[in-house]
Structures are given as structure tokens and as C-alpha cells.
């Protein structure tokens, strides 16, 4: 039975519950339901894996253009909205995403593996040696910012920096006025026009090059979006890889059965990467608004009306999973739509299940034993699912451990 009021916006459901039922009883008694918290504006939720897939993919109906995540009050503008790559719609994002593409062609992603394993290794290599680890912020945060730092060619501590205000700007809902986020985003803006500057006289292959020369190649690129599109695609390798192989860290201490298929050699590690991203999806929720009138799941939707969607249910959606509650690394097909779909459908997926098959590998040959050192916590968020903290207690490999 579905409960009177649902609680999907409250933090608490995620810091410490399990939404999984609510999700479940949603997909199996109302797929698309209108969802009015008490304080802040209401939407659609979509729980079901087919109404789900048609808003991803529907993109005339529903926009990207006024937002793709949910917001207290959504009738105030999003930030970056109609100028960054996410937020918004063909015939724009066509030009825009052909511009950013550039950069992830499969010449480029077999240069980043070597890439990869040069900073997956040696952070494996150093919980191993201190024999415990924080794994969420010594490991799985770390992985995003160097491979950031990479795309946009600047130290790690830039990109450090960048996350930090970025992380201001999009906690402008809990501050007082906002002053904080506005000064953060000013901040960041100033130091991309710097990069931008610098690619200018003397480009290279990162991103922010790639914008410069699509701007000269005639894009018909403005500054400020080639700017607002550099810090959409650094942001979205920070949180979805960190909450990724955190997420998967922790589904396989869950699961020793898996865990010891993997480590074994039974398990491969690039099927086992989509099983983790099935069940630990990074993005709970994707929203849009529907631009004109439309029929969903049984449900009217109004031109106007905000429509989200819960990837973490449609995911494990009965109909097309079968046993979706089940963690299984040898899970085939695998159709989870963790990476979105149709044309927002992530830029960086090639790179992401890249850079987690070699986590996996790493940790698979680098580790002995791993057991949780305490208990982990979540994340008390219904827009990035993940964990703030987990602790773990690490052993060398039994064939490079010092003989007694
Ligand atoms: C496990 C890691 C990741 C996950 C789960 C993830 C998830 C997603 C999702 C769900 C979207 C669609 C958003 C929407 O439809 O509104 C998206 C878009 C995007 N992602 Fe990722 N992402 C990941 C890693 C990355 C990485 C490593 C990069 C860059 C190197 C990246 C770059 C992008 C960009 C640029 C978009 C916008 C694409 C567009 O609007 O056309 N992502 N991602």
C-alpha cells in the first residue's frame, strides 16, 4: 500500500531509510504519480522503466532547457539554464554536444586508460599500505578530480578548487539569500575565463581547446556558453564517479559471493561495471518539464508540469529485470539506464565504465582482503545518491605480503 503523503524530496529517506520499497510499491500501483511536498514546489514522478525511458528519450515534450534536477522552487530560473550542454534542447545541444564530443572519440579513451590506471593505482596502492582507508573520500573522490584535472589540462588542485565551488553553488538552497552560491559561481567563471584565455593563445587537446576551436570553426559558440559547458562536463565526472565506485565498493563487501566471483577471474570485470551501475546509480533523479500536453503512463500531463525520473526504481523496474532486487555481476542484458537516455545520454559513459573496470581491476590484483572498518554512511541527498563515508581495513595481496 502506498502511503498518503510521499517523502521521495525528504534527505532523511536516503541518509538513513531504504527507498526501495516506497520505489517499488510506486512501480507497481502508480508508475506516474504527482508528488506535492509540503514545501516546495510539486512534480510527476515517474518510477517505471517504460514512462521513464519515453521522458529520456521525448525530448520535444519534455525540456532540459529549465532544469534537470529538482530545486525548492521551481519556477525560479536555473542557473546555466539554456546555455550549458545538459540544460539544453536540439537544435542548441546539437551544437553544442558536437563541439564537446570531439574530445571522446575512441582514440581519445584508449589514451585515458593508461590515464586511468596511472591514478587508480597508486591510490589503491596507498589504502593497501596504510592498511585502512576512508574508500568514499581517499579513493573514489579522488579518481574524479584527477581525471578532471586531465580533461581540462590544470593541476588537481584547481580542479579541487572548482568542485569546492561548485558544491557552494548547488547548496544555494539551504543558505540564507544565496550570496554564498552567487560569489562561488562568480569565482567560478573567473577562473575558467582564465583557461580560456590561455587555450586561446595556445591550445591543446582538452576541453576547453576543444570549445575555443569549435568556436573558430564557426559554432556560433558564445563565451559564456563554451564556459557554462566546460564546467557542466568537469562537474559531471566529479559526483557520478565518486558515488559510482563507492556505491559498487560497497555492493561487493554486500555481496561476498560476487565479490569472491570477481576476485576469482569468474566474474568479468566489464559486465560486473554495469551490474554496480545498475544498482548503485549515481543520479537518483533526472528531471524535466513538458513542454506542451501529453499522455504518461495512464496519468495527464499538462504543458508546464515538472516530470522527474527515479533511475534507481526504473533500474530494478519487475517487467524488464525480472530478479532486479537481485546483485548479480553476470547480469545479461543489462539495460539499466543509469547513464540516461536518448539525446543527453551521458557524453562520458565510454570513459566512466572505463575508469571503474580499471578500479576493479586494480583493487581485484592489488588487495587481499577488504572488510568494512565501521559503519558507512550515506549521502542525505535525493539528487546524487553515494556515501559520505566508507570506512574499510585493507590487506596486501597474499603473494606480494612480507614472509613472516
Ligand atoms: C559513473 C559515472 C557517470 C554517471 C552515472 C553519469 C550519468 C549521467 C547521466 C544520467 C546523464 C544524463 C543527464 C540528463 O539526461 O539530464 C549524464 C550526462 C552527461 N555526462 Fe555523465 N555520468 C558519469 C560520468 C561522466 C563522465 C566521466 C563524464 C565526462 C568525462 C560525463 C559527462 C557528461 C556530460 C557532458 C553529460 C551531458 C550530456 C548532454 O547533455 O548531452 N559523465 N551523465
Known amino acids: 500500500m502506498l502511503p498518503e ?14 527507498p526501495h520499497p516506497l520505489w517499488r510499491a510506486l512501480r507497481r500501483e502508480e508508475p506516474v504519480r504527482w508528488h506535492q511536498p509540503a514545501d516546495a514546489s510539486g512534480f510527476w514522478a515517474v518510477t517505471g522503466y517504460e514512462p521513464g525511458l519515453r521522458v529520456l528519450q521525448e525530448w520535444e515534450i519534455f525540456s532540459s532547457a529549465q532544469g534537470t534536477m529538482l530545486r525548492r522552487d521551481l519556477t525560479e530560473p536555473y542557473p546555466g539554464a539554456g546555455k550549458m550542454l545538459a540544460l539544453t534542447d536540439p537544435p542548441r545541444h546539437t551544437v553544442l554536444r558536437r563541439a564537446v564530443g570531439r574530445l571522446f572519440t575512441p582514440r581519445s579513451l584508449a589514451r585515458l586508460e593508461g590515464k586511468a590506471r596511472s591514478i587508480v593505482r597508486p591510490l589503491v596502492a ?23 584535472a586531465d580533461l581540462l589540462g590544470v593541476p588537481v588542485e584547481d580542479v579541487s578548487k572548482v568542485a569546492a565551488a561548485a558544491a557552494r553553488i548547488s547548496s544555494r538552497d539551504q543558505d540564507d539569500g544565496g550570496l554564498d552560491a552567487r560569489i562561488a559561481h562568480l569565482e567560478l567563471l573567473d577562473y575558467y575565463s582564465q583557461v580560456m584565455e590561455s587555450r586561446r593563445a595556445n591550445p591543446g587537446d582538452d576541453l576547453m581547446s576543444a570549445l575555443v576551436v569549435a568556436q573558430a570553426d564557426g559554432a556560433g559558440l558564445t563565451d559564456e556558453e563554451a564556459i557554462l559547458t566546460c564546467d557542466n562536463v568537469i562537474v559531471a565526472v566529479g559526483d557520478t564517479t565518486r558515488a559510482a565506485a563507492a556505491g559498487g565498493m560497497l555492493a561487493l563487501l554486500e555481496h561476498p559471493d560476487q565479490w569472491a566471483a570477481l576476485k576469482s577471474g569468474l566474474a ?24 506542451r500536453d501529453t499522455d504518461l503512463g495512464g ?3 499538462a504543458a508546464g508540469d515538472p516530470v522527474t525520473v527515479w533511475i534507481p526504481s526504473l533500474n530494478r523496474d519487475e517487467s524488464v529485470f525480472g530478479d532486479g532486487d537481485v546483485f548479480r555481476l553476470d547480469r545479461t542484458p543489462n539495460r539499466h539506464l543509469t547513464f540516461g537516455g536518448g539525446v543527453h545520454f551521458c557524453l562520458g559513459a565510454a570513459l ?19 572488510a568494512l572498518a565501521g559503519e558507512p554512511r550515506r549521502l542525505a ?5 553515494g556515501l559520505a563515508a566508507l570506512p574499510l581495513r585493507l590487506t596486501a595481496p597474499a603473494a606480494s605480503a612480507p614472509a613472516t
Not at 503523503?5 to 531504504?18: I, K, M, N, Q, V
Not at 596504510?130 to 573514489?140: E, M
Not at 575508469?355 to 588487495?367: I, N, P, S
Request: aromatic content about 4%.
Open 5 to 18: 503523503t510521499l517523502t521521495l524530496t525528504d534527505p532523511r529517506l536516503y541518509a538513513t531509510g531504504d
Open 126 to 148: 596507498d589504502a593497501v599500505a596504510a592498511g585502512h582507508c576512508d574508500f568514499a573520500t581517499d579513493v573514489a573522490a579522488r579518481i574524479p578530480l584527477a581525471l578532471a
Open 268 to 291: 568479468d570485470p566489464a559486465r560486473a561495471v554495469d551490474e554496480i551501475l545498475r544498482w548503485a546509480p549515481p543520479a537518483t533523479h533526472l528531471l524535466r518539464t513538458a513542454v
Open 299 to 301: 496519468q495527464h500531463i
Open 352 to 370: 566512466a565504465r572505463l575508469v571503474l573496470r580499471v578500479l576493479l581491476e586494480e583493487l581485484v590484483t592489488g588487495t587481499g582482503d577488504i
Open 381 to 385: 541527498s535525493y539528487t546524487v545518491g
